[in-house]
């Protein structure tokens, strides 16, 4: 019995430090972006284009990251991606503190990004697996709550040391990581499937019939709002102030900082109410509801003060706070032998919905001036992400030993 919860504790703390990493290494880019790229030599007038060139390398790589380290945790077991993808990122990371070009710096981040991808859904998966079917949300509240904390450190590092001290800490951080996964545990579910001849990590698997097919959309589009409000109403928040005629234009690094420590709040609340309620869309349909709430309050209170502001960006961290269960519900919508593919592209798909939102988002802003151009983006992704949630099915205290076949 102790064994058994020594097991699960080092489970969820190496989920929980992964994450971290995870999340540091997102936000320290946007932290030092700037100043990084000054360094090596780019022009004012470049800094954005070259900005979101290595924006969507670093997204790219994820992609592919998410596909290659979701299909393999299924194949080799959780702890081969555990292990491979940290290796990976710290390697990239302590790189990218010696580039001196936008060639080899783009690269590296594509590579990270590779490494990155794999670290929340393998590590989700993971825990979901070594602990009981009644108290799996608390585990995942932790690997969400330890990990979005990354957030808040990068900004700490990214402000006072030099940026490439900054991405050596990371890949440092990386490194002691691995050490302690070396002698860490593999998930007794994978092992009886790995034992077996039943076909894993195939995405034929997963699109082998329409239902199943509908189940893995749904489990993306629940998550969508959560990116929308990152990566739109946070990092343009200079530009929603300013067209707000906001006395005192906001700072986006509060403004990210004010939304991460709502993300870690969220978190702990929508794992606790999960458990609590005894159930995971319950908690989801609260937050995705305070989530309009808080971007209603965002976008049109009239001339917010600065310090008014910021509480609206942490309110919408709060409401985006479920972004562990969502991925807890993908892990629990599907079988032990694709249930790393499926817990690890989701969240990267998620991420790469920050794009074509992204791309909409600016194109309406031409026609529309971008506060209604926030609004009917916003309105779209809390649509799909409720019609989305009313068609899964409840997740919570689901036995989760079982296999998909063909």
Same mark, same amino acid.
């Given at each position: 019995?102790?064994?058994?919860?020594?097991?699960?504790?080092?489970?969820?703390?190496?989920?929980?430090?992964?994450?971290?990493?995870?999340?540091?290494?997102?936000?320290?880019?946007?932290?030092?972006?700037?100043?990084?790229?000054?360094?090596?030599?780019?022009?004012?007038?470049?800094?954005?284009?070259?900005?979101?060139?290595?924006?969507? @390398?670093?997204?790219?790589? @994820?992609?592919?990251?998410?596909?290659?380290?979701?299909?393999?945790?299924?194949?080799?077991?959780?702890?081969?991606?555990?292990?491979?993808?940290?290796?990976?990122?710290?390697?990239?990371?302590?790189?990218?503190?010696?580039?001196?070009?936008?060639?080899?710096?783009?690269?590296?981040?594509?590579?990270?990004?590779?490494?990155?991808?794999?670290?929340?859904?393998?590590?989700?998966?993971?825990?979901?697996?070594?602990?009981?079917?009644?108290?799996?949300?608390?585990?995942?509240?932790?690997?969400?709550?330890?990990?979005?904390?990354?957030?808040?450190?990068?900004?700490?590092?990214?402000?006072?040391?030099?940026?490439?001290?900054?991405?050596?800490?990371?890949?440092?951080?990386?490194?002691?990581?691995?050490?302690?996964?070396?002698?860490?545990?593999?998930?007794?579910?994978?092992?009886?499937?790995?034992?077996?001849?039943?076909?894993?990590?195939?995405?034929?698997?997963?699109?082998?019939?329409?239902?199943?097919?509908?189940?893995?959309?749904?489990?993306?589009?629940?998550?969508?709002?959560?990116?929308?409000?990152?990566?739109?109403?946070?990092?343009?928040?200079?530009?929603?102030?300013?067209?707000?005629? @906001?006395?005192?234009?906001?700072?986006?690094?509060?403004?990210?900082?004010?939304?991460?420590?709502?993300?870690?709040?969220?978190?702990?609340?929508?794992?606790?109410?999960?458990?609590?309620?005894?159930?995971?869309?319950?908690?989801?349909?609260?937050?995705?509801?305070?989530?309009?709430?808080?971007?209603?309050?965002?976008?049109?209170?009239?001339?917010?003060?600065?310090?008014?502001?910021?509480?609206?960006?942490?309110?919408?961290?709060?409401?985006?706070?479920?972004?562990?269960?969502?991925?807890?519900?993908?892990?629990?919508?599907?079988?032990?032998?694709?249930?790393?593919?499926?817990?690890?592209?989701?969240?990267?798909?998620?991420?790469?919905?920050?794009?074509?939102?992204?791309?909409?988002?600016?194109?309406?802003?031409?026609?529309?001036?971008?506060?209604?151009?926030?609004?009917?983006?916003?309105?779209?992704?809390?649509?799909?992400?409720?019609?989305?949630?009313?068609?899964?099915?409840?997740?919570?205290?689901?036995?989760?030993?079982?296999?998909?076949?063909?």
């Amino acid at each position: 019995m102790m064994k058994k919860q020594n097991v699960i504790s080092s489970s969820i703390l190496l989920a929980a430090l992964g994450y971290f990493v995870d999340i540091y290494d997102l936000i320290l880019f946007s932290i030092v972006r700037v100043k990084s790229l000054k360094a090596i030599g780019v022009l004012d007038a470049d800094l954005l284009s070259q900005g979101v060139l290595l924006l969507n @390398m670093q997204m790219s790589g @994820m992609l592919l990251g998410g596909i290659f380290w979701g299909i393999l945790g299924d194949k080799r077991g959780r702890l081969s991606v555990l292990l491979g993808s940290i290796c990976l990122y710290s390697v990239a990371n302590i790189a990218n503190g010696f580039v001196n070009d936008v060639t080899s710096y783009a690269v590296l981040r594509f590579i990270a990004g590779i490494g990155l991808a794999g670290e929340l859904g393998a590590g989700i998966t993971l825990v979901s697996e070594v602990m009981s079917k009644e108290n799996r949300a608390y585990g995942t509240m932790v690997v969400s709550v330890v990990g979005i904390l990354g957030a808040v450190v990068a900004a700490l590092v990214g402000d006072l040391f030099d940026w490439r001290t900054a991405y050596f800490v990371g890949g440092g951080m990386g490194i002691g990581l691995l050490l302690l996964r070396i002698k860490a545990s593999e998930s007794g579910m994978f092992r009886q499937v790995a034992a077996t001849d039943i076909r894993r990590g195939s995405l034929l698997l997963i699109f082998k019939s329409w239902p199943n097919i509908l189940k893995y959309l749904r489990c993306i589009l629940i998550g969508i709002p959560l990116w929308f409000v990152v990566g739109i109403l946070i990092t343009f928040s200079p530009e929603f102030g300013k067209a707000l005629h @906001m006395p005192q234009p906001p700072v986006a690094g509060k403004a990210v900082m004010f939304a991460y420590i709502g993300l870690a709040l969220g978190g702990l609340i929508s794992g606790s109410l999960s458990q609590i309620w005894g159930s995971r869309k319950k908690a989801v349909l609260v937050f995705m509801l305070l989530n309009v709430m808080f971007m209603g309050l965002y976008l049109f209170y009239p001339q917010p003060s600065l310090e008014i502001f910021y509480l609206f960006c942490l309110g919408l961290g709060i409401a985006s706070g479920y972004w562990a269960v969502f991925v807890t519900i993908a892990a629990e919508q599907f079988g032990t032998n694709i249930r790393s593919t499926v817990a690890t592209t989701v969240p990267n798909f998620v991420r790469g919905s920050v794009v074509p939102l992204t791309l909409s988002f600016q194109s309406l802003k031409v026609s529309y001036g971008i506060i209604n151009a926030g609004w009917i983006v916003a309105l779209f992704c809390v649509v799909v992400a409720l019609l989305a949630l009313i068609g899964l099915a409840e997740t919570h205290g689901k036995d989760l030993d079982y296999t998909e076949g063909l």
